[in-house]
């Protein structure tokens, strides 16, 4: 039982591990393919960033219009406020007629100042975020009042308010302004 065991290795089949060259091919990418692949993804990248481009633009576009929106309702309210202080007036005798200080043609107003004034450059933004002919940081927008008084009615005047600003923009509302006030003149 002393008998040893040897254990010896197993004979190498030369079948077994082929030294020679594999019959699996290792693909690469040939100089078209590459091209390819580039101008696809160049073409993909230049669609992202025009759709960006474009996105943004259309954003800076909306964010005017409806910055000009409020700036026409604006006008339309200054203008409102302006009636009231000369009804407000009337009343208390003070011999004010309702359209009293509105000029003929174009004018401007400012919640600063309720007197209408000769319009003269673009809106400014204050530093307390009111839009102004003051002094601040210039704005492309420019504001333009006017009021229609050549209709059938004495009482009743039409109210235009025109925002325009950078190359082309613009919006117009419109308001009927009338005489509310029985006492007025």
């Not at 692949?37 to 759709?51: M, S």
């Not at 359209?99 to 003269?120: I, K, S």
């Amino acid at each position: 039982m002393n008998e040893r065991q040897s254990v010896s290795p197993e004979p190498v089949n030369s079948s077994s591990t082929n030294w020679r060259r594999s019959s699996v091919r290792v693909r690469s990418f040939s100089l078209i393919e590459a091209a390819a692949f580039l101008a696809i993804l160049v073409f993909g990248f230049t669609a992202i960033f025009q759709l960006i481009t474009s996105y943004l633009n259309a954003t800076k576009t909306a964010k005017e219009r409806v910055i000009a929106n409020l700036l026409a309702q604006e006008g339309i309210e200054l203008v409102l406020a302006k009636r009231n202080d000369n009804l407000i007036l009337a009343a208390a005798g003070a011999g004010q007629t309702w359209l009293q200080g509105f000029p003929v043609g174009d004018f401007c107003l400012d919640p600063t100042r309720l007197e209408p004034f000769a319009c003269g450059g673009q809106l400014v933004l204050e530093n307390n975020f009111r839009f102004t002919h003051g002094s601040g940081m210039t704005t492309p927008f420019r504001r333009k009042l006017n009021l229609s008084t050549n209709l059938s009615s004495a009482n009743s005047t039409i109210i235009d308010s025109v925002v325009t600003w950078g190359q082309g923009g613009r919006v117009e509302l419109k308001a009927l302004m009338t005489k509310w006030h029985p006492q007025a003149n």
